[in-house]
């Protein structure tokens, strides 16, 4: 068996797998499935980083499967969420384009310096917490339809933009150093801003 094959990898695909279920079922309009199938998704992002941490299991498959099934997850869901008219495409511009602006980053590093390992920022992650809430919020607000449900998805559109932007600022920042240090300096855990 492949030494990447472990119990934490193994949540993180269920999720990649999950996806265009979350998805689908956004689409095809039934709010409740897509909410509990999501709920099923996130958690088992909370899961695969718990058992790397408890088993000692974290692999450098891990590292890449970890953050695409995420990217897979939010970004289909928000894309779904906005092809029905339930999230302003303009936040569906803010994720993808902080995304985009990540990748092109990385892409210029990998260009002009040997930096080949990008390790996740702490606003990265706080960014995917708020992004995760954000769609949970919406995604309960379609399936109760509640006052209290519509209010909380509203709010949370303008903490997911700023984390998104903010997250995607460090990124070049982070960046930014890797250049001016090297690649030695840019592997230390970055600084908090």
Do not use: E
């Not at 953050?67 to 869901?77: E, F, I, M, T």
């Amino acid at each position: 068996m492949p030494s990447w094959i472990n119990l934490p990898n193994l949540f993180t695909l269920v999720r990649l797998a999950l996806a265009p279920f979350v998805m689908q079922a956004v689409m095809s309009g039934r709010p409740i499935l897509a909410f509990a199938l999501f709920a099923v998704a996130s958690f088992t992002d909370y899961l695969d980083g718990a058992a790397a941490r408890r088993l000692a299991t974290a692999t450098q498959a891990g590292a890449y499967l970890d953050p695409l099934a995420d990217k897979c997850l939010l970004s289909g869901v928000f894309l779904a969420l906005a092809a029905t008219h339930s999230v302003p495409w303009w936040l569906v511009a803010v994720v993808f384009g902080r995304d985009l602006f990540i990748l092109l980053g990385v892409a210029l590093l990998m260009l002009i310096t040997p930096i080949r390992k990008f390790p996740p920022s702490i606003w990265g992650k706080v960014s995917t917490c708020v992004q995760i809430g954000t769609v949970s919020a919406w995604l309960f607000r379609n399936a109760v339809g509640i006052t209290p449900g519509r209010m909380l998805s509203f709010v949370m559109l303008w903490p997911c933009a700023a984390f998104t932007i903010w997250s995607g600022l460090h990124y070049a920042w982070r960046g930014a150093q890797a250049v001016r240090l090297g690649p030695d300096g840019y592997t230390q855990p970055a600084r908090r801003l």
